[in-house]
C-alpha cells in the first residue's frame, strides 16, 4: 500500500450520521483500493466532499466550496476532487459543466464505483454516477482494518437500511436517498459480530426510517426471502451478540413505532433506555400538512407506553416552527406536547424551504422574525425541562461508556450514559484522564447538574475506578 502523496484522500463531510457513517464507508473502499487516509486536506491528493441538502441554501455552499477549491487542485500536480452524496444526487452532471477542476461525481447510491472513478479520474477521464440502484448490493461494502495509529473505537454505526417512503413535504431526502430498501439481517449480524470482535461495545442502527426496517417484506410475507424481519425482531437477534453493550438506533418513525418495539425496550438488556422519537409538530392540522401521517394523540401514546415500560427512560425528539400555515394556536399546542411528553432534549429549527418539495410551494409562510420568537419560546421550554431533568439526575447512579477527553479539559474525561447524556467525569477532586481510557465502561455518581451534560464522580472500587472493559 502506497503512502505517497497523489495516493492519499481526505473526505469533507457535511450533515446527518448516514452521511457520516457513508464517509466511513468511502474510506474503507479507498484504503482497500490501495489510498491511504491523510492528516489533513493539505496533505492529501484526493478530497472528496460529502455533501448534505438538509441545510439552507446547501448547493450555494458547495459551489463556493468548489470555487475555493481551484487554487487547492492547482497546488500540486494530479490532485483530484470528487463530490458525493445528497446534493451530488441532486444537481448530478450539472457539477461537471460547471466546474472544470471538478473530477467526479457520485451519488448516494453509487460508492462503490468511486474507487473506479478514482482510477478513471488519474487517466483523465471525467465521471458522473448518479443512478438509484434497488439492490441490496450496495450493502456489501468491503471493510478494512483502521489505520496504523488511529485508536481502536468503542462505538459504530451500522446502516439497517436506507431511502424512504414517506415523503413528508418538507424533505428531500426520499429524491435524495431514493426508496426504502432493508439490508438482509445476515449481513447485520455479521457486521455487529465482526465489531464485537474489534472490541466496539456500542452500535447505533441506522435508517432514515429506521424502525420501518423489513416492514414491506414481512407485510408481503416475503421476509423470510429476502432475510429481512421485523425491527423488534432485528434487535432481538443483535441482543444475543457478545460484547455489544449498548444498541442504540435512529431515526424511528412514529408511525412504525409498534408495541413489539415497545416491549423490546421493556426486555432487551443492551437495548438503551432512550428513544430519539421525531414529532416535528404538535398539531393535527400541521402534522397534515406535513404529511406525517401520525396525530398527536398517538405520539403522546407512544412516549406514554414507553414510559410505562421503562421507567426513566429519555425520549428526545426534532421539532420545527413556523411550518407554512401554523397559527399560533398550531404552536400553542407544539409547546403543550413538549411539556406534556417532557422531553429530556430536542433539536428545532425554523421552518425553511427546500427546493423540489411540497411544502416550498405552499402560502402561508412565517417572517422571520416570528418565526424567531417561536423558536426562542420553543427552546426555552426545552432548556427548563432539560435542566430539571438533569437535577433530578444528581445523586443517582449510571454506568459511563469513556469516549475521550472532555471539551472542558482539566483532565476531565467524558462519554456517555444508557440514556445518552454526556457525562464529564472527576474522580473525588482529582483528575481521572490517566487511570480511565476511551473504550471503558465506569461506575459513576452524578454530582452535578449543568444545561448541557452531567458531572459525574468515577466510583472506586480496591483503590481504582470501578470499570469494565
Ligand atoms: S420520514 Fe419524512 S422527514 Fe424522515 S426522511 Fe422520510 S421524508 Fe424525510
Known sequence: MSSQFGSSFFIRTYGCQMNVHDSEKLANLLHHAGLDRARDESSAGLLIINTCSIRDKAENQLYSDLGKLRDWRDEQPGRLIGVGGCVAQQVGDRLLARFPHLDFVFGTHNLKLVPAMVSGARSGQRAVEVGESRSVDRFDLPMAPRPVGEAARCKAFVTVMEGCDMFCSFCIVPATR????????????????RLADEGVREVTLLGQTVNAYGRHDVKRGQAGRSGTMAFAELLAELDHITGIERIRYTSPHPLFFDRALV???????????????????GSDRILDAMRRRYRRESYMEIAHSLRSAVPGITLTSDLIVGFPGETEEDFEQTLDLMQTVGFEDSYSFIYSPRPGTGAAEMPGGLDRAEGRRRLDALQGLQRRLTMDYHRRRVGSSTRVLVEGPSRHGAGQVCGRDPHHRVVNLVSGGGAVAGEI??????????????????????????GGPSVSV
Not at 263 to 281: E, F, I, T, Y
Not at 441 to 460: C, D, K, N, Q, R
Request: aromatic share 2%.
Open 437 to 462: 481510557k476511551p473504550g471503558d465502561l465506569v461506575e459513576v455518581e452524578i454530582v452535578e447538574a449543568t444545561p448541557h451534560s452531567l458531572l459525574g464522580e468515577a466510583v472506586f472500587s480496591g
Open 263 to 281: 416491549q423490546a425496550h421493556a426486555s432487551l438488556k443492551s437495548l438503551c433506555p432512550h428513544v430519539h422519537l421525531p414529532v416535528q409538530s
Open 178 to 193: 431514493g426508496r426504502e430498501i432493508s439490508r438482509p439481517a445476515s449481513g447485520i449480524l455479521e457486521e455487529v459480530r
